[in-house]
T-cell receptor, first 113, second 115 residues
Framework: DQQVKQNSPSLSVQEGRISILNCDYTNSMFDYFLWYKKYPAEGPTFLISISSIKDKNEDGRFTVFLNKSAKHLSLHIVPSQPGDSAVYFCAASESNTGNQFYFGTGTSLTVIP | EAGVAQSPRYKIIEKRQSVAFWCNPISGHATLYWYQQILGQGPKLLIQFQNNGVVDDSQLPKDRFSAERLKGVDSTLKIQPAKLEDSAVYLC?????????????FGSGTRLTVV
């Protein structure tokens, strides 16, 4: 049972344009969300987080938006750079019950120079 | 700070053989996780340790998988006997405290191929 879903396996964007990666979740008790970035042959690295008390969090070129009513979050990268080409995973957790994060299946982003 | 160390990076074994993976978390990180990532899927939690105690092993196939974390530091994950469907990347992660607030730091993973 996939509680976190990333329905777009891949995305291609021109350098300098905006990349929008989407993530949906089914468990309304999730209240903390992370985005991870993964390059080939490396482990995932933390990118940005958001808690359910917010609807937006920014860190440089990266912004995460959370729509709790829709159980949807998105990661915006502006402007996109070739070095952003990687697989992006969203993950969700119910902070009250423990530490486990549930991961989506990932979206492979390619930024075309 | 040094990251999460894992070894080996790659392993190829025949089905029904046994294999072990090692993880050294970031110093001071009390919580350690083993995740399995099958190609095309997101990481799936196998087991979570808090210091040297098991917090959650509900998704660990205990008939063939075992894990331990001696002295609350290093951890090993063992598969015996391996099946073809165990082919995956095994990721170790650690966190300072409750991961919901700190997130995980992942190691580079061990890619296991069972033939």
């Amino acid at each position: 049972d996939q509680q976190v879903k990333q329905n777009s396996p891949s995305l291609s964007v021109q350098e300098g344009r905006i990349s929008i990666l989407n993530c949906d979740y089914t468990n309304s008790m999730f209240d903390y969300f992370l985005w991870y970035k993964k390059y080939p042959a490396e482990g995932p690295t933390f990118l940005i987080s958001i808690s359910s008390i917010k609807d937006k969090n920014e860190d440089g070129r990266f912004t995460v938006f959370l729509n709790k009513s829709a159980k949807h979050l998105s990661l915006h990268i502006v402007p996109s750079q070739p070095g952003d080409s990687a697989v992006y995973f969203c993950a969700a957790s119910e902070s009250n019950t423990g530490n486990q994060f549930y991961f989506g299946t990932g979206t492979s982003l390619t930024v075309i120079p | 700070e040094a990251g999460v160390a894992q070894s080996p990076r790659y392993k190829i074994i025949e089905k029904r053989q046994s294999v072990a993976f090692w993880c050294n978390p970031i110093s001071g990180h009390a919580t350690l996780y083993w995740y399995q990532q099958i190609l095309g899927q997101g990481p799936k939690l196998l087991i979570q340790f808090q210091n040297n105690g098991v917090v959650d092993d509900s998704q660990l196939p205990k008939d063939r998988f075992s894990a331990e974390r001696l002295k609350g530091v290093d951890s090993t994950l063992k598969i015996q006997p391996a099946k073809l469907e165990d082919s995956a990347v095994y990721l170790c992660a650690s966190s300072l405290g409750q991961a919901a607030y700190y997130g995980y730091t992942f190691g580079s993973g061990t890619r296991l191929t069972v033939v």
